[in-house]
């Protein structure tokens, strides 16, 4: 019995989200959302402090909770829950992911003003917070996958591993503050549809989404553009 420490609760969280982008396995999607929603992952949270703890508060012997204040050459935990946070209010839009993401940056603003360089991936959830209140209203940024399958790739799994276009997505494409990647399986919805029968994607900023790629040429050339860059870096 074992105790596990936040960092473990946070790395399993930002890994089943990253096999979800690389999938479109919804079944990953829920058991991260499931577990970031839980009494259990709350009970980390310090309310009172707006900070996440190493430890979970139920244990009468602790006398003192800390909080991980430093990235190091593993990133510390508080910064990866804020990041998972980030991203499952980008997949599920749940406000709770939302506010409490916003509460923990809002209480390291003062040390991350003065010591920012020590805490790397924090600030970049703080600018990734911070593009997305840029909008009127908060919107998650995205890249929406419309997959092409064929009797040669009969699941998505299989096509992202052997479609070009995902390839240069996953591999080449450098997006730090992109949250989520949405698989969507009949290409109808929000009229994101499948081009001239070719695996297509769109980057999004909440509804509001730029042309359709198909080609890795014209996803390279986007993603290093100032206008992305801009709402992704």
Known sequence: NIPLFLSDIAGWILTLLDAYS????????????????????????????????????????????????????????S???VQADLQLWSLTEESMFLERATTALHAMKSYLTTNGAAMPLMVLQAWHLHQITLHQEQVPLSISIVPCLNKNRKNEEELAF????????????????????????????????MVDGKTTLYICAGKECLPPI????????VTQSDMVKQLFL
């Open 22 to 77: 690389c999938t479109g396995e919804t079944r990953l999607l829920a058991e991260a959302r499931n577990l970031g929603a839980s009494s259990f992952v709350e009970s980390f949270f310090d309310r009172v402090e707006g900070r996440w703890c190493q430890t979970e508060g139920s244990d009468p012997s602790l006398l003192l909770r800390l909080s991980a204040d430093h990235d190091g050459a593993e990133p510390g935990s």
């Open 79 to 81: 910064s990866l829950m």
């Open 162 to 193: 052997t479609d070009p276009l995902l390839q240069a997505l996953f591999a080449q494409a450098f997006l730090p503050a992109l949250a989520v990647i949405h698989w969507r399986r009949d290409g109808a919805d929000q009229g994101m549809r």
């Open 214 to 221: 198909t080609e890795v040429e014209v996803l390279l050339r």
